[in-house]
């Protein structure tokens, strides 16, 4: 190899590395361009006030979230209400999203960044999430297409690897696709994630009786007061409660929410696919009643809430009460009623809906009344009494094998012919006593 030749292929190789240098800075210096860092990316002229509709698709999905009287509710879901934070959250994130870079890529290459359209005949690997920004009679006031993520090398983690740091964009306004700041993670095309998740909540629970297309799972709890212990109805001599399970039952519904709404009317009766049902009678110390309807399938669980209350509207005085105590406790009264009040309110939203819950919740709640049973621990015995009793009966086993043993001996025979001799002996000698002449004896 010649001089010439090696100083040409020295050069191609600078001339790579130059190259190769300068398009990894070219990407990492977008993040820096101080021309478009503070460049936002929808007009100061958007007034969000002025968004009372939200259309949000994808290849998949679709979802129309809007305003009505003041509250936003998503179409698909009967107008269920929406999750208010987590709209105005995503609007006002959408108002502050900034440019990072600009994209030279013509339509050709739209594919290759996700911000096609998606319609039929375009493949899901190149389509985007359209977002439609609407007034109230469906104008659109914008509409950004999302595409691809932008990565980034993660040079904090041991194990390297990339992780996203922003994300391409097209207005439909705009030809240009554009880097953004954010990765807009959190955001979804289904209904069932924009769904408010505020629920009934269901507290103090005085008595709950279970009544259940399976016979073995209709049983009945209850405590007297808020501080004892629950117990559960009828139960048989050899059996106790097993507190660990009912207090896990009765602990479910302080965490009670759903997935889903249920999109199909149901009876509540047991058919081909909820093969079991069940109706919940819930009373609360607060005077509050709740039937819950339910049906259990293999994979599904679904509930209809229904509630009433009775509110007191006078406080009964205590015996003896002082008046700076009386008015201390009508204020608390008055404003535990109010809280009461919207409580009842609020909760009678949710009883025109079938919503779907978590099965396992269910399967906590839902189980045989034998499940909140355990043996009775055996009773502790005197082990001191224990032993002498044990003597006892060895000792008096062991006196009635003796004298079994002598009454079954053998009684031994006597010589008879012996016997008459000493007879006749004795006979001869009372003779002789009363034929011998009797002695008499000198006086001295």
């Not at 993040?31 to 994808?58: G, T, V």
């Amino acid at each position: 190899m010649n001089k010439k030749s090696i100083i040409l292929m020295v050069s191609i190789f600078m001339i790579l590395g130059i190259a190769c240098i300068y398009l990894l800075n070219k990407d990492k210096s977008s993040w820096n361009d101080k021309k478009m860092a503070n460049k936002k990316l929808l007009p100061d002229s958007l007034d969000i006030n002025k968004i009372s509709r939200m259309k949000i698709y994808d290849k998949d999905n679709s979802v129309m979230l809007k305003k009505e009287d003041g509250s936003w509710k998503v179409e698909e879901r009967n107008n269920y209400p929406a999750d208010f934070s987590k709209i105005s959250s995503f609007i006002l994130k959408l108002r502050e999203l900034k440019i990072i870079d600009t994209v030279d890529a013509g339509k050709s290459q739209f594919g290759r960044l996700q911000l096609l359209e998606p319609e039929e005949k375009i493949d899901k690997e190149k389509s985007g999430t359209v977002i439609e920004l609407q007034n109230d009679s469906g104008k659109v006031l914008s509409k950004l297409i999302l595409g691809k993520m932008h990565h980034r090398k993660n040079s904090d983690s041991p194990i390297g690897g990339e992780m996203p740091d922003g994300r391409y964009l097209k207005l439909a306004s705009n030809k240009k696709p554009v880097l953004i700041n954010e990765t807009l993670f959190g955001f979804s095309t289904k209904s069932n994630q924009w769904l408010d998740k505020d629920f009934i909540k269901i507290k103090a629970i005085k008595s709950i009786q279970c009544e259940s297309s399976d016979k073995e799972k209709n049983w009945s709890i209850s405590k007297e007061d808020k501080k004892s212990q629950y117990a559960l109805a009828d139960i048989p001599e050899e059996k106790t409660e097993d507190l660990s399970k009912i207090n896990s039952a009765m602990g479910s519904f302080n965490y009670f929410s759903f997935t889903d709404l249920y999109m199909k009317n149901f009876d509540f009766k047991p058919n081909d696919e909820f093969k079991e049902t069940a109706t919940l009678k819930i009373k609360t110390f607060d005077d509050f009643t709740y039937t819950v309807k339910i049906g259990k399938s293999k994979d599904k669980c679904i509930a209809k809430f229904d509630v009433e209350a009775v509110i007191p509207e006078k406080r009964v005085p205590g015996k003896d009460e002082k008046k700076e105590d009386k008015e201390k406790l009508d204020k608390e009264f008055k404003d535990n009623q109010q809280k009461l009040k919207e409580k009842l309110q609020k909760e009678k939203k949710f009883v025109s809906y079938i919503y779907e819950l978590s099965k396992y919740k269910i399967e906590s709640i839902l189980k045989k009344k034998s499940d909140f049973l355990k043996n009775k621990p055996k009773k502790k015995t005197d082990k001191s009494s224990d032993k002498k009793k044990t003597a006892d009966s060895a000792q008096k086993k062991s006196s009635d094998i003796k004298s079994k043993n002598m009454k079954s001996a053998p009684v031994p025979k006597q010589d008879k012919t012996k016997n008459n001799k000493k007879k006749e002996a004795a006979a001869n000698d009372e003779k002789s006593k009363k034929t011998l002449p009797e002695t008499k004896t000198d006086k001295k």
